[in-house]
């Protein structure tokens, strides 16, 4: 694991340190890891909401048909093969 250094007004640092003593986290280090977690979650989540977003105003849904369904197959016949030649070469 790799050390990141970073600079906070004092009243930042007093907080965090509060967090810390009052037993919400065992070290700073753990309260800045919590943020970034909870960072990734949030434009994970964003993301999520905008392809949601996205697949309701791509127009009215159509009915899946059996064509429909092969070429899914398919693709993910040629993608499962793929990531084996991968595998065996790499």
């Known amino acids: 694991m790799k ?3 970073i600079s906070l007004p004092d009243m930042m640092r007093a907080y965090v340190e509060e967090q810390v003593a ?3 986290y065992s070290t700073i280090s753990e309260y800045f890891r919590e943020l970034v977690r909870q960072d990734q979650k949030r434009k994970a989540k964003e993301h999520l ?3 949601l ?3 309701l105003n791509s127009g009215n849904a159509t009915p ?3 064509q429909d369904w092969d070429d899914i197959r398919q693709a993910v016949r040629s993608k499962v093969q793929g990531d ?5 070469n790499g």
């Open 3 to 5: 050390s990141i250094n």
């Open 22 to 24: 009052d037993g919400c």
């Open 53 to 55: 977003l996205e697949g």
């Open 84 to 88: 084996k030649g991968l595998n065996t």
């Open 64 to 66: 899946l048909t059996e």
């Open 49 to 51: 909401e905008t392809l």
